[in-house]
T-cell receptor
């Protein structure tokens, strides 16, 4: 059974703290993604990685960084958490599409982060 | 980026048929996919349309018209377990398989 796991389901942090969200996939996927999900806004891409140590900014990268030292693990880092980063964070992985094809993204259960 | 528009909520009774429309402002997507997300759960893949036309998978069907920048997800013989949020997502024309998601449609199934 394919699986994407995230380190915490719920996390409460204080403004200014450094926050690490971890994601691990067991499908040997090249691509990994971090999204944030807010009501009425859907899923917005923060960063993605297409290989170890390779990363690209998504639509809303400000205030975030990422790390991918191993193929199965993709970390999202909030260098100095702020209240407007309170959200649900979802990790996903996929194989790269072939040509004009598509490969489904597999999602983790999410981490609900509250920044006080 | 490109935006995808879908209704925020749809309510229907068990056994009914629901159509969730998704329109996007510009062309350029390779195709349109649909994801389901139950409350507290992870989004899960439902379908993908690379070509114009209807794709059927059991009770769920998905349609795409590139010329109209429009697609829909059809849920037939609604069951209580179909109460969830449904997201359309455009497959971006890159080599990494990135998706652009709509805001989601909450489907509420009543007895």
């Amino acid at each position: 059974d394919v699986k994407v796991t995230q380190s915490s389901r719920y996390l409460v942090k204080r403004t200014g703290e450094k926050v690490f969200l971890e994601c691990v996939q067991d499908m040997d996927h090249e691509n990994m993604f971090w999204y944030r999900q807010d009501p009425g806004l859907g899923l917005r891409l923060i960063y993605f990685s297409y290989d170890v140590k390779m990363k690209e900014k998504g639509d809303i990268p400000e205030g975030y960084s990422v790390s991918r030292e191993k193929k199965e693990r993709f970390s999202l880092i909030l260098e100095s958490a702020s209240t407007n980063q309170t959200s649900m964070y979802l990790c996903a992985s996929s194989s790269p599409p072939r040509g004009r094809g598509f490969n489904e993204q597999f999602f983790g259960p999410g981490t609900r982060l509250t920044v006080l | 980026g490109q935006s995808l528009e879908q209704p925020s909520e749809v309510t229907a009774v068990e056994g009914a048929i629901v159509q969730i429309n998704c329109t996007y402002q510009t062309s350029g997507f390779y195709g349109l996919s649909w994801y389901q997300q139950h409350d507290g759960g992870a989004p899960t893949f439902l379908s993908y349309n690379a070509l114009d036309g209807l794709e059927e998978t059991g009770r769920f069907s998905s349609f795409l018209s590139r010329s109209d920048s429009y697609g829909y997800l059809l849920l037939q013989e609604l069951q209580m377990k179909d109460s969830a949020s449904y997201f359309c997502a455009g497959a971006l024309p890159d080599s990494w398989g990135k998706l652009q998601f709509g805001a989601g449609t909450q489907v509420v199934v009543t007895p």
